[in-house]
């Protein structure tokens, strides 16, 4: 039988991989989503002064 303290340091470091995966899945994606933003702005401009303003 696992000692109780074993347990706690297995919980806490699939917490610690979860939290550092979650993390790294958040900042990809808004780098992703600020180049794409940044792609949207620069393709409105693109089209003339009679691009739609947001």
Do not use: E, H
Not at 1 to 28: E, I, N, Q
Not at 29 to 37: H, L
């Amino acid at each position: 039988m696992p000692r109780r303290g074993d347990a706690l340091f297995k919980a806490t470091t699939g917490f610690l991989g979860l939290a550092t995966a979650a993390t790294g899945a958040y900042l990809v994606a808004s780098m992703i989503g600020a180049y794409s933003s940044a792609k949207q702005q620069g393709d409105k401009a693109a089209t003339g002064p009679g691009a739609q303003q947001q």
